[in-house]
Nanobody
Framework: QVQLVESGGGSVEAGGSLRLSCAASGYTWSSLCLGWFRQAPGKEREGLATINIKGATRIADSLKGRFTISQDNAKNTVYLQMNNLQSEDTAMYYC??????????????????????WGQGTQVTVSA
């Protein structure tokens, strides 16, 4: 059973940066997708970026140039670097994992329905 623990959220002024971390544990298999999602109040949860265990990434088109996903396999940790944050980025940010989605293609999907294991989330608040 995969366990996910997010960290790195907080409050930042518009234009600032944050790096979120997701520490994964409890798995030994070599096929896995990890992803970052967010949910703002009153909105649906949306996929931001995903990465597979081989390092192939997918970023939502609207975030390209501002958000970057990366991983440190030695630490079993996935990161989401967020730059030039804006007030609309305020949300709860979640890390999620899927073993099945790894086999969908060369990169992992970003749909929430494709991921089965979720962390507790970390809050990001951006003030104007």
């Amino acid at each position: 059973q995969v366990q996910l623990v997010e960290s790195g959220g907080g409050s930042v002024e518009a234009g600032g940066s944050l790096r979120l971390s997701c520490a994964a544990s409890g798995y030994t298999w070599s096929s896995l997708c990890l992803g970052w999602f967010r949910q703002a109040p009153g909105k649906e949860r949306e996929g931001l970026a995903t990465i597979n265990i081989k390092g192939a990434t997918r970023i939502a088109d609207s975030l390209k140039g501002r958000f970057t996903i990366s991983q440190d396999n030695a630490k079993n940790t996935v990161y989401l670097q967020m730059n030039n944050l804006q007030s609309e980025d305020t949300a709860m940010y979640y890390c999620a994992a899927s073993r099945v989605a790894y086999y969908y293609g060369p990169t992992c999907p970003t749909g929430t329905a494709d991921f089965q294991t979720w962390g507790q989330g970390t809050q990001v608040t951006v003030s104007a």
